[in-house]
């Protein structure tokens, strides 16, 4: 208690706030969200005091436009969920409102506090719970980058910064707030952050922040399997994915996500391949098309499944059960660091197992190939295995022209059917009714 009480006392002493008005952050409050701005108006009608924060606040003060609204106040879960038609009550360890007007939704979140000492931890020091309302200050402190702590009042239009943010921002620079080495312990997907936002945005780690990077990234793998999965998701689809995976391996942090992206990547075809596809998705990403995660993560583990494959070959298995046992093992080493999930892990087991497929290019295959409802998917990864150099650019070129050719040019493009059709012959062969080879297929070539 005590202990409680000189720490809140410091804390007031080592950061008092500092209030900056319009004329000197510049944040135009037209570009902030009117649902973001609804929200923030509702609850200080209702007495309380409410302000945009975190990244939004951020990416503004950058010039870019965010992703998302997240909206701190001194009320209570159950005092924010009245106030608005559309309010769901989520989260089960600390529960926060989404209050959704029109299209948007605007995540709402109690101040809550720092942790005092008291919080529960595992032995490395990683907070198990902190699920205790505290003042703006102390929500403030329990923030990972002084970037990502500051707070728009859109009443009086004010940024208010605990931790030097401004000026950070100015340095374009991302530093932790408190004792880095603690602050990572506390929670080890900071790291991860670090990279991911230091990359997306263009700024520079500060170096205390950065150092015990490398030394502490081995407590990635006590990070729930759940919460890694949704923050490699976030870094692959952040449209600076390619980056985001180089600076990971610089930092020492790619083993601890993708256990074998290493390997992977120490491959020849297979870096071409992963490179290609982090490309195409940063790609799509920045033109505001899909991205499937499944075609990125059966991407990013393709050369994973294809050694194994052949290891499965080699002692003596048939290729269709040695794929099936690649995809297993593979599988099985990622899943237990990263959760992806069940249906992702269904998708890219039949794009993979679809691969072999494009290769029979005879009878009724290509079209039964080509009804599957994930043929697009599969014919994209395809194009990307011909472009890493993995399969000949002319079976890519083939399916490309056979998906959208006439019937009669289909017909015209299949090519003789060879495996099946010699063991059909061979049976023909002994039947008494003597040669009547008549009905082999014709070759169109
Ligand atoms: P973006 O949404 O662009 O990916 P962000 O910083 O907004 O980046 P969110 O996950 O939306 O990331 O988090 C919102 C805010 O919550 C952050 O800006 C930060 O203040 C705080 N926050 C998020 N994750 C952590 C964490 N692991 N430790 C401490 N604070 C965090
Ligand atoms: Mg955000």
Known sequence: MIKKFIRKVLGLKEAGPQRVPRSRHGIDRNRISPAALKTCAALHEAGFSAYVVGGAVRDLLLGATPKDYDVATNARPEQVKPLFRRALLIGRRFRIVHVVIGQETVEVSTFRAADDGSAEKDEHGRVLRDNVFGTQQEDARRRDFSVNALYYDPASEEVIDFHGGLADLKKRTMRLIGDPETRYREDPVRMLRAVRLAAKLGLSIESSSRAPIKKLARLIENVPPARLFDEMLKLLMSGHASACLRRLRDEG????????????????????????????????????????????????????????????????????????????????????????????????????????????????????????????????????????????????????????????????MLQPDTGPAKKRRRKRKKRPSGPGGGEAESSPE
């Open 253 to 412: 942090l790619s083993k601890g996500l993708l256990p074998l992206l290493d390997v992977i990547l120490n491959q020849p075809l297979g870096e071409r391949f992963v490179t290609l596809a982090l490309a195409q998705t940063d790609e799509r990403v920045k033109t505001d098309r899909p991205v499937s995660p499944a075609f990125l993560f059966a991407a990013l583990l393709w050369h994973e499944v294809l050694a194994a494959s052949k290891a499965h070959e080699k002692r003596g298995e048939r290729p269709a059960l040695a794929l099936e046992a690649a995809m297993d093992e593979v599988l099985e080493t990622q899943c237990e660091k990263l959760a992806i999930t069940r249906k992702l892990t269904a998708t890219m087991r039949e794009v993979w197992g679809m691969q072999s497929r494009f290769e029979q290019r005879s009878g009724l295959r290509p079209y039964r190939l080509l009804e599957s409802p994930r043929f697009r998917m599969a014919y994209d990864f395809l194009a990307l295995r011909a472009a890493s150099g993995e399969v000949p650019e002319e079976l890519e070129a083939w399916w490309r022209s056979f998906q959208f050719a006439d019937a009669e040019t289909r017909e015209a």
